[in-house]
């Protein structure tokens, strides 16, 4: 199994709209991160966490032309708003299914109606099939078996996934030691850092650092950065021997 990291930003993304701050004028192309979202793929099956608004420019530079399923985390605008962008995949493909909790199911069927339109539907409309995820009930996407993560960005319930050896999560501010359970020892496990300073819904960066303490996996990747975590370079150099700051693009293999 793969994991490429289509984008490790948070909402504003790196760099920043009209920011002089000195990582957003930063020439490494590590400074530079879209929208936060990642793509898991094996041989036989292709998934996508969380559809943002650089899904198209994501799609693009990994050259992934296949998606199985959408997993979302959240309702959020920076991993939701690219859904419009997954036609070419329909054309391709037909319907492709999407999974995530019953709200965040509903909270898109407002925002984007035109998609979930049975009758009058506009012809080239985006085709999904939504489906339900439930706290503690595993299901399974070809060759991967996925078991949901419940965990908290602020007040707002999210999902986090573990896939096989592997465990994303992101947006997170509060986990329940339940929930730490299902994902212990993991082989590779993202998490959120945000920035060094405390927030109100993402982990900071010594938050982060005790998670990681917490589950023991064998690496850790830390992503939803923002600029004020400062330069990758040197963050990473703080950081222990088995934790490293994901940035886009990077592809790695369990």
């Keep these: 199994m793969k994991v490429y990291f289509l984008g490790t930003g948070t909402s504003q993304g790196i760099p920043v709209i009209g920011s002089n701050h000195e990582v957003c004028k930063s020439l490494n192309p590590k400074d530079?991160?879209?929208?936060?979202?990642?793509w898991v793929y094996t041989h036989n099956t292709s998934i996508v966490v969380d559809?943002?608004?650089d899904f198209r420019q994501q799609m693009l530079a990994s050259k992934?032309?296949?998606?199985?399923?959408?997993?979302?985390?959240?309702?959020?605008?920076?991993?939701t708003s690219g859904i419009d962008d997954i036609r070419p995949f329909n054309f391709k493909q037909g319907e492709i299914p999407f999974y995530a909790h019953t709200?965040?199911?509903?909270?898109?069927k407002k925002r984007f109606d035109y998609v979930f339109e049975t009758e009058n539907r506009y012809p080239g409309a985006p085709s999904v099939h939504a489906i339900e995820?439930?706290?503690?009930?595993?299901?399974?996407?070809?060759?991967?078996?996925?078991v949901p993560i419940n965990a908290s960005h602020a007040n707002l319930q999210v999902f986090g996934f573990k896939m096989?050896?592997?465990?994303?999560?992101?947006?997170?501010k509060t986990i329940k030691s339940e929930e730490i359970e299902k994902i212990k020892g993991v082989k590779v496990l993202v998490i959120n850092a945000l920035r060094e300073e405390s927030h109100h819904s993402h982990f900071s960066l010594q938050e982060a650092l005790d998670?990681?303490?917490?589950?023991?996996?064998?690496?850790?990747?830390f992503t939803h950065i923002s600029h004020l975590l400062g330069f990758h370079v040197e963050v990473e150099k703080k950081l222990p021997s088995n934790v490293f700051l994901a940035y886009d693009n990077l592809e790695?293999?369990?």
């Design 103 to 108: 709200r965040v199911i509903e909270n898109l």
């Design 164 to 172: 096989n050896d592997f465990a994303y999560l992101t947006d997170v």
């Design 211 to 221: 998670f990681v303490t917490l589950v023991q996996p064998e690496k850790a990747y």
């Design 64 to 79: 992934c032309t296949k998606i199985d399923a959408f997993l979302f985390t959240h309702e959020h605008a920076d991993h």
């Design 133 to 146: 995820v439930k706290n503690n009930i595993p299901f399974i996407i070809g060759d991967i078996q996925i």
């Design 32 to 38: 530079k991160r879209l929208r936060v979202s990642v």
């Design 252 to 254: 790695i293999a369990l």
């Design 51 to 53: 559809c943002g608004p």
